[in-house]
């Protein structure tokens, strides 16, 4: 089925080690996009990539990195996990520009940094 | 500041009555208004974009209303399959979108 696909859907870190969430979009679509969704507030913007080659951050970029390999693939880096990173990330993606475009969302990767 | 507050945070239906879920929003330039299903352990669906005060978008039992300051998603003759949260969101920037922290909708049996 066409759509977002993100693996891991569950991970458990410890303070401090590293790990890469990936997402792969089958749509052909320009942007792509990382939010984390805690309990009690909206989904927030981690990173966006506006379109290949492309990364900016968003409203809470601290203490992550991503990387658009190709127009297909986003992923996000946690260098040194903390346990304030623990929440659900959801990868994104949206067709030519944002605007009036719905996105589609992956599953989702449920993160647990003890 | 932008924001966006949706109320009530939970909902509980019985099947057949009909309701409706409210967002409201503060931003300085309007690009679009977005509704979004949630299922647990899922991510969102997308629903609906509404553009325009006056704008209506109807899908099934859902209707999403718009006006200047909120937009209204209106649930007709529920059924339990429609129990999800519903998010909104507001288009503020070309990518600043500003989420809220959705309605938790439960229709019983």
């Known amino acids: 089925n066409a759509g977002v696909t993100q693996t891991p859907k569950f991970q458990v870190l410890k303070t401090g080690q590293s790990m890469t969430l990936q997402c792969a979009q089958d749509m052909n679509h320009n942007s792509m996009y990382w939010y984390r969704q805690d309990p009690g507030m909206g989904l927030r913007l981690i990173y966006y990539?506006?379109?290949?080659?492309?990364?900016d951050k968003g409203e809470v970029p601290n203490g992550y990195n991503v990387s658009r390999l190709n127009k297909r693939e986003f992923s996000l880096r946690l260098e040194s996990a903390a346990p304030s990173q623990t929440s659900v990330y959801f990868c994104?993606?949206?067709?030519?520009?944002?605007?009036?475009?719905?996105?589609?969302f992956g599953s989702g990767t449920r993160l647990t940094v003890v | 500041e932008d924001q966006v507050t949706q109320s009530p945070e939970a909902l509980r239906l019985q099947e057949g009555e009909s309701s409706s879920l409210n967002c409201s929003y503060t931003v300085s330039g309007l690009r679009g208004l977005f509704w979004y299903r949630q299922d647990p352990g899922k991510g969102p669906e997308f629903l609906f974009t509404l553009y325009s005060a006056g704008e209506e978008k109807e899908k099934e039992r859902l209707k999403a209303t718009l006006t200047k300051k909120e937009s209204f998603l209106h649930i007709t003759a529920p059924k339990p399959e429609d129990s999800a949260t519903y998010l909104c969101a507001v288009q503020a920037g070309t990518y600043k979108y500003i989420f809220g922290t959705g309605t938790r909708l439960k229709v019983l049996a």
């Open positions: 994104a993606s949206s067709g030519a520009g944002p605007v009036g475009y719905g996105y589609t």
């Open positions: 990539s506006a379109s290949e080659g492309t990364t």
